[in-house]
């Protein structure tokens, strides 16, 4: 967390009267009690809300925090004396006042994003486009209100050379204060529809009150086909970078979309030269917010080559998504934080990509804020349905309820409120289903969510599908034009997941999967997986089901490929795909290099076999002081290629590197590469620890008990270990039948409770352990990490003597796997 403000210098800058009684660093702005992070450094401003802000001030102050922001003449309670007051006429303003002052203490280059849809999208999309050049802080999530944008500005630290920003308004006067506060240099103005009229008189007031945003920008980039005839006349003297289908006059004028299955390329001229792109989006509103990130990187200088790659990458947005499992073979989607018809539909597609269950539900509360009439809004719900071909429909909320007949679905059923639903759930029968949960906030669909949900003992494995994302995409971005990539998933993706992993992955356009085994292969298969799956080790008794689900061996021995050419048979009339592995100094699965020559004979007189590639495995390609090793593999590896392609008289994928050969070895590349552990957010090589990269997984149990304990005595099996003073531990729920190795005990390994490591006492457990937690607060059922992206998997390592891929790859299946796409 970058520098901040002390308390005084805070109460200076709000010019406030104030009672502080000990000066404090502030680095966290709170508005909501429920997300305290770091209590001591969070000033906590007291805002209206459903409940009135200070009344949440005696439960805030008993869980440490001391520092508050309080409107003139409320009530402070006596017993807090030693808390810090800030007194203010209003708070909101004075929030919005300190993120203005906290702004103007930076000169950088400043985006603000406004429309009626598409904000939090465009604002993604740019982030993906430009924070490969430059240091960006964006709006986190959403938030773009009267409190969001002054948190969201609250992030901006000297290192930063860009802010992206969303400013959303619903009533008139308040865009003049998100743009004092925001002080945008650039604007881009998004999708202007209907939504969230009810604020305004009319189209023309909301347009005009929305470009108040911009009236100090140097740049203003907007589509001029999309944006309504008022939109020219309010701009005068504004600098604007145009987008449009009808006008050459444009900026950036679009003269063709095609739309491809799962893709649209886009032909446009900009400058006088002929672009195109493509993204991999073929929804309307996806398409005219890529033409608004294109055209704003443009502007900004971006070099159009670059660029049109990236724009290949761009990642599906979405609020918050979790995919859990459910009871009785289910899956749940929990969308429960918003809705209206776009993230509907941005939530109606990622439940189409989950292929694991034929049955889609569907439980939908009322859509608040469409600015469209109801009848008209539930018919257009009712059309996305039908579309995305969900099977039943549950409808919450007293509208969608008077909406029933709109919808033409086989099963459907209402309910008036939630619980009402409640009460029903068990005759709903939720079995064998994917069911997505997609409600307002005040819905409170997470209680249905947790009945839902999969009860387990509660240690969890969390799988940030986001960072996958990342992870994916910064690979991806150094890899050179053309280059193939062969996403590595074996061993359930180095333990953190099975067709959840591999659907990204085949969401994401990797081009190959690889699996060790035939039935891990099987298992995607049946889950949806359509990707070529190369599976490692392929065995000898498995080659029908390996046929059947379109698998494709790794051969790496003669006795190997002379089975399987038999298997398959000389009349088999399409010849079936192999790999061939090498072997060039690794010494465990491949053909030798000087046995090119045989091999390439017996794959002549076996046309029924054809090699789709070639490939070799580095040995320590990660280390600098085998450098000299890699290369000769390399070299020797290129060498064999030469050969059997000569020999066979046809081309085939040549691929070499791992993940660490990928960014230490730019000219290993070749054809193809296998990405492995770095797809996880771990890099391995020695001397290039890269930070773009985020680990993915979090592993995180809590305390059933916590005991206190004296002097001397003994903690855990076979009296390994004891206090040496009096003091405190806490039983968890986490083993070695868990994964957490036993040799973490006594001492060896640390877990982090409330942002305090705790050593662990005494042996590990089979499927618990102790703590030390003499010096930490702490409580019963309180959050336990083991590890997550503070407490990394690679310190665990350490610890143990091992390396990452085993800390990973051990976290046992019992471990409930959660994955988040935020
Ligand atoms: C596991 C594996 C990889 C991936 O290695 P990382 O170091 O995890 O990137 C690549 N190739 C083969 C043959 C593998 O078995």
Same mark, same amino acid.
């Given at each position: 967390?970058?520098?901040?403000?002390?308390?005084?210098?805070?109460?200076?800058?709000?010019?406030?009267?104030?009672?502080?009684?000990?000066?404090?660093?502030?680095?966290?702005?709170?508005?909501?009690?429920?997300?305290?992070?770091?209590?001591?450094?969070?000033?906590?401003?007291?805002?209206?809300?459903?409940?009135?802000?200070?009344?949440?001030?005696?439960?805030?102050?008993?869980?440490?925090?001391?520092?508050?922001?309080?409107?003139?003449?409320?009530?402070?309670?006596?017993?807090?004396?030693?808390?810090?007051?800030?007194?203010?006429?209003?708070?909101?303003?004075?929030?919005?006042?300190?993120?203005?002052?906290?702004?103007?203490?930076?000169?950088?280059?400043?985006?603000?994003?406004?429309?009626?849809?598409?904000?939090?999208?465009?604002?993604?999309?740019?982030?993906?486009?430009?924070?490969?050049?430059?240091?960006?802080?964006?709006?986190?999530?959403?938030?773009?209100?009267?409190?969001?944008?002054?948190?969201?500005?609250?992030?901006?630290?000297?290192?930063?050379?860009?802010?992206?920003?969303?400013?959303?308004?619903?009533?008139?006067?308040?865009?003049?204060?998100?743009?004092?506060?925001?002080?945008?240099?650039?604007?881009?103005?998004?999708?202007?529809?209907?939504?969230?009229?009810?604020?305004?008189?009319?189209?023309?007031?909301?347009?005009?009150?929305?470009?108040?945003?911009?009236?100090?920008?140097?740049?203003?980039?907007?589509?001029?086909?999309?944006?309504?005839?008022?939109?020219?006349?309010?701009?005068?003297?504004?600098?604007?970078?145009?987008?449009?289908?009808?006008?050459?006059?444009?900026?950036?004028?679009?003269?063709?979309?095609?739309?491809?299955?799962?893709?649209?390329?886009?032909?446009?001229?900009?400058?006088?030269?002929?672009?195109?792109?493509?993204?991999?989006?073929?929804?309307?509103?996806?398409?005219?917010?890529?033409?608004?990130?294109?055209?704003?990187?443009l502007a900004l200088g971006t070099n159009p080559e670059v660029l049109g790659r990236r724009m290949e990458t761009l990642n599906a947005v979405s609020m918050r998504l979790e995919l859990k499992n459910g009871t009785h073979n289910c899956s749940v989607i929990d969308d429960s934080?918003?809705?209206?018809?776009?993230? !509907? *539909? /941005?939530? =109606? $597609?990622? +439940?189409?990509?989950?292929?694991? &269950?034929? @049955?889609?539900? #569907?439980?939908?509360?009322?859509?608040?804020?469409?600015?469209?009439?109801?009848?008209?809004?539930?018919?257009?719900?009712?059309?996305?349905?039908?579309?995305?071909?969900?099977?039943?429909?549950?409808?919450?909320?007293?509208?969608?309820?008077?909406?029933?007949?709109?919808?033409?679905?086989?099963?459907?059923?209402?309910?008036?409120?939630?619980?009402?639903?409640?009460?029903?759930?068990?005759?709903?029968?939720?079995?064998?289903?994917?069911?997505?949960?997609?409600?307002?906030?005040?819905?409170?669909?997470?209680?249905?969510?947790?009945?839902?949900?999969?009860?387990?003992?509660?240690?969890? !494995? *969390? /799988?940030? =599908? $986001?960072? +996958?994302?990342?992870?994916?995409? &910064?690979? @991806?971005?150094? #890899?050179?034009?053309?280059?193939?990539?062969?996403?590595?998933?074996?061993?359930?993706?180095?333990?953190?997941?099975?067709?959840?992993?591999?659907?990204?992955?085949?969401?994401?356009?990797?081009?190959?999967?690889?699996?060790?085994?035939?039935?891990?292969?099987?298992?995607?298969?049946?889950?949806?997986?359509?990707?070529?799956?190369?599976?490692?080790?392929?065995?000898?008794?498995?080659?029908?089901?390996?046929?059947?689900?379109?698998?494709?061996?790794?051969?790496?021995?003669?006795?190997?490929?002379?089975?399987?050419?038999?298997?398959?048979?000389?009349?088999?009339?399409?010849?079936?795909?192999?790999?061939?592995?090498?072997?060039?100094?690794?010494?465990?699965?491949?053909?030798?290099?000087?046995?090119?020559?045989?091999?390439?004979?017996?794959?002549?007189?076996?046309?029924?076999?054809?090699?789709?590639?070639?490939?070799?495995?580095?040995?320590?390609?990660?280390?600098?002081?085998?450098?000299?090793?890699?290369?000769?593999?390399?070299?020797?590896?290129?060498?064999?290629?030469?050969?059997?392609?000569?020999?066979?008289?046809?081309?085939?994928?040549?691929?070499?590197?791992?993940?660490?050969?990928?960014?230490?070895?730019?000219?290993?590349?070749?054809?193809?590469?296998?990405?492995?552990?770095?797809?996880?957010?771990?890099?391995?090589?020695?001397?290039?620890?890269?930070?773009?990269?985020?680990?993915?997984?979090?592993?995180?149990?809590?305390?059933?008990?916590?005991?206190?304990?004296?002097?001397?005595?003994?903690?855990?099996?076979?009296?390994?270990?004891?206090?040496?003073?009096?003091?405190?531990?806490?039983?968890?729920?986490?083993?070695?039948?868990?994964?957490?190795?036993?040799?973490?005990?006594?001492?060896?390994?640390?877990?982090?409770?409330?942002?305090?490591?705790?050593?662990?006492?005494?042996?590990?457990?089979?499927?618990?352990?102790?703590?030390?937690?003499?010096?930490?607060?702490?409580?019963?059922?309180?959050?336990?990490?083991?590890?997550?992206?503070?407490?990394?998997?690679?310190?665990?390592?350490?610890?143990?003597?091992?390396?990452?891929?085993?800390?990973?790859?051990?976290?046992?299946?019992?471990?409930?796997?959660?994955?988040?796409?935020?």
């Amino acid at each position: 967390m970058p520098g901040r403000y002390s308390i005084q210098k805070i109460s200076e800058i709000l010019g406030a009267k104030r009672s502080i009684a000990q000066d404090v660093a502030i680095e966290h702005l709170l508005t909501d009690s429920r997300r305290i992070s770091n209590a001591a450094k969070s000033l906590f401003f007291a805002l209206d809300g459903k409940r009135d802000g200070h009344s949440f001030i005696p439960e805030l102050y008993a869980a440490g925090v001391f520092n508050f922001v309080v409107k003139e003449g409320c009530q402070i309670p006596q017993e807090l004396n030693n808390a810090n007051f800030i007194v203010v006429k209003e708070v909101l303003p004075a929030l919005q006042q300190l993120a203005a002052f906290h702004r103007s203490q930076f000169d950088l280059e400043v985006i603000a994003i406004t429309g009626s849809n598409g904000k939090t999208v465009v604002k993604e999309w740019l982030y993906q486009l430009l924070s490969l050049d430059k240091n960006v802080v964006r709006s986190p999530k959403s938030y773009n209100s009267q409190t969001g944008v002054p948190l969201s500005l609250w992030q901006i630290d000297a290192q930063n050379e860009l802010g992206i920003f969303e400013a959303g308004i619903s009533l008139p006067g308040e865009m003049e204060r998100l743009e004092a506060m925001i002080k945008p240099t650039i604007g881009v103005l998004t999708h202007f529809a209907a939504a969230h009229d009810e604020g305004f008189i009319n189209r023309n007031e909301k347009l005009k009150e929305k470009l108040k945003l911009f009236k100090n920008v140097h740049l203003l980039v907007y589509n001029q086909d999309q944006a309504p005839e008022e939109t020219a006349r309010e701009l005068n003297g504004l600098k604007t970078f145009t987008i449009s289908k009808k006008s050459k006059q444009a900026d950036l004028f679009v003269l063709e979309q095609e739309t491809f299955i799962g893709k649209t390329q886009i032909n446009a001229v900009f400058t006088g030269k002929k672009l195109v792109c493509s993204i991999p989006f073929t929804d309307e509103a996806s398409v005219e917010n890529a033409l608004l990130c294109w055209a704003t990187a443009l502007a900004l200088g971006t070099n159009p080559e670059v660029l049109g790659r990236r724009m290949e990458t761009l990642n599906a947005v979405s609020m918050r998504l979790e995919l859990k499992n459910g009871t009785h073979n289910c899956s749940v989607i929990d969308d429960s934080y918003n809705s209206d018809i776009n993230s !509907l *539909e /941005i939530a =109606l $597609n990622f +439940l189409e990509r989950q292929k694991q &269950h034929p @049955k889609k539900t #569907l439980i939908l509360s009322d859509i608040y804020q469409s600015g469209l009439k109801s009848d008209e809004l539930y018919k257009q719900v009712s059309a996305l349905i039908q579309q995305k071909k969900i099977d039943r429909l549950i409808g919450v909320g007293e509208e969608i309820s008077e909406n029933e007949q709109a919808f033409q679905i086989q099963e459907k059923h209402f309910f008036p409120n939630t619980e009402s639903l409640l009460k029903e759930l068990p005759q709903l029968q939720f079995r064998d289903e994917t069911i997505l949960l997609k409600g307002s906030r005040s819905f409170e669909f997470e209680r249905i969510s947790r009945i839902l949900s999969q009860k387990t003992h509660e240690t969890v !494995l *969390e /799988i940030n =599908l $986001n960072a +996958l994302q990342n992870n994916l995409n &910064h690979y @991806k971005s150094i #890899l050179k034009p053309g280059v193939k990539l062969m996403a590595m998933v074996k061993a359930f993706s180095y333990g953190s997941g099975s067709f959840e992993i591999a659907g990204i992955l085949q969401f994401n356009k990797v081009d190959y999967l690889a699996v060790a085994y035939v039935d891990e292969g099987v298992a995607l298969r049946n889950a949806g997986i359509t990707l070529p799956i190369m599976v490692l080790n392929p065995g000898f008794t498995a080659f029908a089901e390996l046929v059947q689900h379109q698998l494709e061996p790794e051969i790496y021995s003669f006795n190997l490929l002379e089975r399987y050419a038999s298997f398959i048979g000389q009349k088999s009339v399409i010849p079936s795909p192999i790999h061939l592995k090498i072997d060039t100094g690794m010494h465990r699965l491949g053909f030798e290099t000087d046995e090119a020559e045989q091999l390439c004979q017996v794959l002549k007189n076996n046309p029924q076999l054809q090699v789709k590639s070639v490939f070799s495995h580095l040995a320590a390609s990660g280390s600098a002081k085998h450098d000299e090793f890699t290369r000769q593999q390399f070299a020797a590896f290129q060498q064999v290629c030469r050969q059997i392609e000569t020999t066979l008289g046809y081309a085939f994928i040549k691929h070499i590197a791992n993940t660490s050969a990928i960014s230490r070895f730019p000219e290993m590349q070749l054809d193809m590469v296998r990405l492995g552990i770095g797809l996880y957010g771990i890099d391995t090589s020695d001397d290039q620890q890269s930070n773009l990269l985020q680990p993915v997984a979090a592993l995180k149990t809590s305390i059933s008990q916590l005991k206190k304990v004296k002097a001397g005595e003994t903690i855990g099996y076979s009296r390994n270990d004891e206090m040496e003073k009096d003091g405190q531990i806490a039983t968890v729920r986490i083993g070695y039948a868990d994964g957490y190795l036993r040799v973490f005990g006594n001492g060896n390994g640390k877990m982090l409770i409330n942002g305090k490591l705790a050593p662990t006492i005494g042996h590990i457990s089979m499927d618990m352990c102790m703590l030390d937690v003499s010096e930490i607060e702490v409580e019963e059922d309180d959050e336990v990490i083991v590890f997550n992206d503070q407490l990394r998997i690679e310190t665990l390592a350490q610890q143990a003597g091992t390396i990452p891929y085993e800390i990973l790859t051990n976290i046992s299946q019992r471990v409930k796997r959660v994955y988040f796409y935020e």
